[in-house]
């Protein structure tokens, strides 16, 4: 079978290596170096199982930049282009993704639209209604950063936005290339569908924000937080994971999806889901006060990625609270070996480790790692569990 996918991030890209096992699959992207990288098996992204299956797997995967090309004859055509959160429109930016639609409609084709993108509550019916078209439905993707395709091998579960024949089929096209035996499958209208993903990652950014409130706490009071953390996951019902404080949650999804839930609450009364958002802002500004209180001349920021095995620092909480440490006229600098530019936001990004280390008074370290350790008087982390 054909299939198409477009839009190579974590989704798309993770999606298109792990059904060219047994179809063929062209993935679309509007990138050339990206496009090329794929088509010499080189992963645009850090993600470990991506990099090994393009090494050892005979896989069936091109990519390319033409769309009709990568359409034409598709039995499927999954999007996974990206929808950022928009705050002036209050409401995810779904511009990329009707784009897409717009093409294939235009295109006349015998196919079948998977949405993948994270998009607001009722955007599949909307779209039927406003391109006059019933090819389509919303399928939920739960990956985590640099393990994409780990996590498409082993899925918590599939869900499918559709209760029809064709959904049944693309259910088991993920089935089959997947390697756990037993997955979970549901099978619910697609607005539905569409709220599994907002709920779902705005219930782990809620576990996020808990125990970073938690660790602010014992911060502030002079407690030891991972005695706390400790005691309290040792219940069964809460359990001894994604515990670890950090300074806020960040990245593609928890800050963009909380946000749009919250905006798909308009009318209807809620307390929880707007606390999240904000518990996300007063984390950033606690860390940022207790680095301000050490009256530092020069802070160093040590990575901007936020966790260990990805390369991804967009939305990273780390950014937060560098502005906030900046508004107050404190020299930041940034360590970061995946960036190429000499500056990020007006600070200097430094190469060498050993002059980053010495030049600054205070390093503030998300998650930590060996290559700091003989700095340790330096640093400034909330990483207990080294994990996560």
Same mark, same amino acid.
């Given at each position: 079978?054909?299939?198409?996918? &477009?839009?190579?991030?974590?989704?798309?890209?993770? #999606?298109?290596?792990? #059904?060219?096992?047994?179809?063929?699959?062209?993935?679309?992207?509007?990138?050339?170096?990206?496009?090329?990288?794929?088509?010499?098996?080189?992963?645009?992204?850090?993600?470990?199982?991506?990099?090994?299956?393009?090494?050892?797997?005979?896989? $069936?995967?091109?990519?390319?930049?033409?769309?009709?090309?990568?359409?034409?004859?598709?039995?499927?055509?999954?999007?996974?282009?990206?929808?950022?959160?928009?705050?002036?429109?209050?409401?995810?930016?779904?511009?990329?993704?009707?784009?897409?639609?717009?093409?294939?409609? /235009?295109?006349?084709?015998?196919?079948?639209?998977?949405?993948?993108?994270?998009?607001?509550?009722?955007?599949?019916? /909307?779209?039927?209604?406003?391109?006059?078209?019933?090819?389509?439905?919303?399928?939920?993707?739960?990956?985590?950063?640099?393990?994409?395709?780990?996590?498409?091998?082993?899925?918590?579960?599939?869900?499918?936005?559709?209760?029809?024949?064709?959904?049944? *089929?693309?259910?088991?096209?993920?089935?089959?290339?997947?390697?756990?035996?037993?997955?979970?499958?549901?099978?619910?209208? /697609?607005?539905?569908?569409?709220?599994?993903?907002?709920?779902?990652?705005?219930?782990?950014?809620?576990?996020?924000?808990?125990?970073?409130?938690?660790?602010?706490?014992?911060? *502030?009071?002079?407690?030891?937080?991972?005695?706390?953390?400790?005691?309290?996951?040792?219940?069964?019902?809460?359990?001894?994971?994604?515990?670890?404080?950090?300074?806020?949650?960040?990245?593609?999804?928890?800050?963009?999806?909380?946000?749009?839930?919250?905006?798909?609450?308009?009318?209807?009364?809620?307390?929880?889901?707007?606390?999240?958002?904000? &518990?996300?802002?007063?984390?950033?500004?606690?860390?940022?006060?207790?680095?301000?209180?050490?009256?530092?001349?020069?802070?160093?920021?040590?990575? #901007?990625?936020?966790?260990?095995?990805?390369?991804?620092?967009?939305?990273?909480?780390?950014?937060?609270?560098?502005?906030?440490?900046?508004?107050?006229?404190?020299?930041?600098?940034?360590?970061?070996?995946?960036?190429?530019?000499?500056?990020?936001?007006?600070?200097?990004?430094?190469?060498?480790?050993?002059?980053?280390?010495?030049?600054?008074? *205070?390093?503030?370290? $998300?998650?930590?790692?060996?290559?700091?350790?003989?700095?340790?008087?330096?640093?400034?982390?909330?990483?207990?569990?080294?994990?996560?």
């Amino acid at each position: 079978m054909k299939i198409a996918v &477009a839009g190579t991030g974590y989704v798309g890209l993770s #999606l298109a290596t792990l #059904l060219s096992q047994k179809n063929e699959v062209v993935a679309l992207d509007i990138i050339p170096e990206k496009v090329e990288k794929i088509n010499k098996r080189i992963s645009p992204i850090q993600d470990e199982y991506i990099e090994k299956y393009f090494k050892e797997k005979e896989l $069936n995967l091109k990519a390319t930049l033409d769309y009709k090309e990568a359409f034409t004859g598709a039995k499927y055509i999954i999007i996974s282009t990206p929808t950022n959160y928009d705050p002036d429109k209050n409401y995810f930016d779904t511009s990329s993704v009707e784009d897409i639609i717009m093409k294939v409609k /235009s295109m006349n084709i015998d196919t079948t639209m998977v949405i993948k993108s994270t998009v607001p509550v009722g955007f599949i019916n /909307s779209m039927k209604e406003k391109y006059e078209i019933d090819n389509i439905m919303f399928s939920p993707e739960f990956l985590r950063e640099g393990k994409a395709l780990y996590d498409n091998l082993y899925p918590s579960r599939i869900i499918v936005g559709e209760k029809s024949k064709r959904a049944e *089929v693309f259910a088991n096209l993920l089935k089959k290339c997947c390697l756990k035996r037993k997955v979970p499958i549901k099978y619910m209208n /697609s607005t539905e569908a569409e709220a599994v993903k907002l709920f779902s990652n705005t219930y782990l950014a809620l576990r996020v924000a808990y125990f970073n409130e938690l660790d602010t706490y014992a911060e *502030v009071k002079g407690l030891n937080t991972k005695d706390i953390i400790d005691g309290v996951c040792l219940d069964p019902r809460i359990g001894d994971f994604y515990n670890n404080p950090s300074f806020g949650f960040g990245g593609y999804c928890l800050p963009k999806d909380t946000k749009q839930l919250k905006a798909n609450y308009k009318d209807v009364p809620e307390n929880i889901i707007s606390a999240i958002v904000e &518990a996300n802002r007063t984390r950033k500004d606690h860390i940022a006060n207790m680095i301000i209180e050490r009256k530092p001349s020069i802070v160093g920021i040590y990575r #901007l990625t936020m966790k260990a095995g990805s390369d991804n620092f967009r939305a990273s909480a780390i950014q937060g609270v560098m502005k906030r440490i900046k508004a107050k006229g404190i020299t930041v600098v940034v360590y970061e070996p995946t960036i190429g530019e000499d500056n990020f936001f007006n600070s200097k990004v430094i190469r060498d480790l050993d002059e980053f280390k010495k030049i600054s008074d *205070v390093i503030i370290v $998300n998650r930590l790692d060996d290559n700091i350790k003989d700095v340790k008087n330096k640093i400034y982390t909330r990483d207990l569990f080294a994990r996560d």
